[in-house]
């Protein structure tokens, strides 16, 4: 345990973090909130551009709409974080780890649905929609939580990486970010700015939780390092 002063700091650098990366989010949203301007008009135009491609393939349509299914909330939440939990806190016992990330994507998830009740901006309006998705449309919640999802995962299965696995999967990672990114503009389901909010919200709660997770593990009670907390070596 971190002493009391040492924890308001961590808090402090972890909430600085957070606050410094959301910063350009909610400029966005004072922005498109507004329903005009440049910014607004090029949303609209590439949404337009985008659902075009898809509608020409019916084929790409198909794989966009199993690729939203596959990588909604309810399935990385709810069944594949769980599994990568069990398998690191059963194999190799990276207990603090799992609770943290588990925490990370419950937080997001929830924050995420939050900023679109604040924002609640309208879904594009397409001639001959490719796909129609209720609610509302800033940020992106696949963005988002895909985000939250990847960089969890990473920061929760790093220390047991070998130096191939340590490039693999981040960039694994942050390609299955900008592909779910880019499902939803093809799909005309979400305006860019959407999806570029979602994937920069979604950076900045995983990175200003693993912060705060790191300053709290790095002095343990005793002066000893538990077996699973982040080191120099093995924190991403």
Same mark, same amino acid.
């Given at each position: ?9 961590? =808090?402090?650098? *972890? %909430? ?5 990366? $959301?910063? &350009? !989010?909610?400029?966005? +949203? @004072? ?79 929830? =924050?995420?649905? *939050? %900023? ?5 901006? $309208?879904? &594009? !309006?397409?001639?001959? +929609? @490719? ?106």
């Amino acid at each position: 345990m971190l002493a009391a002063p040492d924890r308001r700091r961590a =808090l402090l650098r *972890a %909430a600085a973090l957070g606050a410094a990366v $959301t910063l &350009p !989010v909610v400029v966005l +949203a @004072v922005v498109v909130r507004g329903e005009s301007g440049t910014l607004v008009r090029l949303d609209e135009a590439a949404v337009v551009g985008a659902t075009d491609v898809t509608r020409r393939s019916p084929t790409l349509r198909t794989v966009l709409l199993v690729w939203q299914e596959v990588f909604a909330a309810r399935w990385l939440n709810l069944v594949l974080v769980p599994a990568v939990g069990v398998w690191a806190w059963r194999r190799h016992r990276l207990h603090d780890r799992v609770v943290w990330a588990a925490t990370t994507v419950a937080a997001g998830w929830v =924050l995420q649905l *939050a %900023a679109k009740g604040l924002v609640q901006r $309208t879904r &594009p !309006v397409i001639d001959d +929609a @490719v796909a129609h998705v209720p609610g509302s449309s800033f940020p992106s919640g696949h963005a988002t939580n895909t985000t939250v999802v990847a960089v969890a995962l990473t920061v929760l299965v790093w220390p047991v990486l070998g130096r191939t696995a340590r490039v693999v999967v981040p960039t694994t990672a942050g390609v299955l970010v900008l592909a779910t990114a880019a499902d939803r503009v093809l799909l005309g389901v979400h305006h860019p700015t959407d999806v570029v909010a979602g994937i920069v919200l979604g950076t900045a709660i995983a990175a200003a939780s693993f912060v705060g997770f790191r300053h709290r593990a790095a002095a343990p009670a005793g002066g000893r390092a538990p077996a699973a907390t982040p080191t120099a070596a093995d924190s991403p």
